[in-house]
């Protein structure tokens, strides 16, 4: 019989994003307490993250991003077993697929805590029949929900407007960060750097981004940190456009806080998110952010104070807010320094960690409870 309660958390994907960052950093306090299993498909950092923090990777085959019906009907069997023999007490999902596949696997294996975290609702990102198709599946796991946990108090609001989430069930964590480490040095004079993190697809809308960057002023470079499948396109992009001098496609890394403290401003360029890590990270290293005013970036950036906000898919005022950065190195100092001060004071990694664990905590009292006589 184990003595520590067995949490299985699945993602879709281990590749480098949000979602996995999150998981990543969530683990060396869930591991304390917690036998913790971390399960997801293909190629990437987060299983070895998990490893090294003391939880057990298992690497899943058939639960994949892309809708099919054959392949997920496949997900779906290979999660219940995975449950099944795991048995554990709390199934903690993230990330769409993952999500519905995760909560209808859990409550077909008989696991009574179902925990959903919502990075971005992703009937937000999409449009049309896909949009109406996952907005139709999460009001189907809706009742099999024992928590829904929003990262921003946007995503609690949209999902209950639009009965994707239970009020009473849904709860709000927000993402947080480690801000130990000491705010880089950035000298005057210098050509200042643009810099932009996050998988090369939708909802980021990289391609925004680079015709903003056409519109401003020579005397700048730009980094676009993060791979995915528009980068084919991103790349066509940028040589139609004559940029090929000025922005560099750095690719996925693993030294992003490296990228971020050799930058002078930080940019999100995205049509949809939940409360982007990037954004909170970038704040902590003491970077101003232009990001756009969607999901729960303007809870982490406010207008005027710890950045700047603009409408999404506007190249012209997403142009306009960075070039006003970028000609002022006062203001750029400013807004970093009120960014790094919100993040220390409402972003902490540890308060998100233990709020988990909190949740955690008191489902198992409350099955406990039920369970008694």
């Known amino acids: 019989m184990r003595q520590r309660p067995r949490v299985l958390i699945v993602v879709t994907l ?21 036998d913790v299993v971390v399960a997801a498909h293909g190629p990437g950092p987060l299983l070895e993250s998990a490893q090294r923090a003391g939880a057990r990777p298992v690497a899943l085959e058939h639960v994949r991003r892309p809708l099919s019906p054959w392949r997920d009907l496949r997900g779906l069997l290979e999660l219940i077993a995975l449950f099944r023999r795991e048995r554990p007490d709390i199934v903690h999902t ?10 209808l696997a859990a ?10 975290t919502v990075h971005g609702w992703a009937f937000a990102a999409h449009g049309g029949v896909a949009a109406a198709l996952y907005l139709w599946a999460e009001r189907m796991m809706r009742p099999l929900t024992t928590v829904t946990i929003c990262v921003a108090e946007s995503e609690r609001a949209s999902g209950v407007a639009t009965r994707a989430c239970d009020p009473k069930r849904t709860t709000v964590i927000r993402n947080g960060v480690d801000a130990s480490a000491p ?11 643009v810099v932009a993190v996050g998988r090369l697809q939708r909802p980021k809308d990289p391609l925004t ?32 456009l004559g940029l090929e001098g000025a922005i560099v496609l750095a690719g996925g890394r693993d030294d ?3 990228a971020l403290a050799r930058a002078d401003v930080f940019v999100l360029s995205s049509t949809s998110e939940g409360l982007p890590l990037s954004i909170l990270e970038a704040m902590a290293v003491g970077l101003p952010v232009v990001g756009s005013s969607v999901g729960g970036v303007p809870e982490a950036v406010e207008d005027g104070v710890t950045g700047l906000l603009v409408p999404p898919r506007d190249p012209v005022r997403l142009a306009a807010a960075l070039e006003r950065l970028l000609a002022d190195p006062a203001l750029r ?4 320094s009120n960014g790094r001060e919100r993040v220390l004071q409402r972003f902490s990694l540890e308060a998100c960690q233990q709020a988990h664990v909190a949740v955690y905590r008191r489902e198992l009292a409350r099955r406990r409870r039920a369970a008694s006589p």
């Open 14 to 34: 281990a590749e480098t994003g949000g979602a996995q960052t999150y998981v990543a950093s969530l683990l060396p306090a869930l591991v304390e307490q917690f």
């Open 94 to 103: 993230n990330s769409s697929k993952a999500g519905v596949l995760g909560r």
């Open 107 to 116: 409550a077909l294996s008989g696991v009574s805590i179902r925990i959903f």
């Open 183 to 193: 705010v880089p040095i950035r000298a005057d004079g210098r050509v200042p750097t």
């Open 209 to 240: 981004l680079v015709r903003a960057l056409r519109r401003l002023p020579a005397g700048f470079s730009a980094v676009i940190v993060g791979d995915g499948p528009e980068r084919a396109a991103l790349e066509a992009e940028i040589r139609r």
């Open 256 to 258: 992003v806080r490296d």
């Open 333 to 336: 100092r400013r807004l970093g």
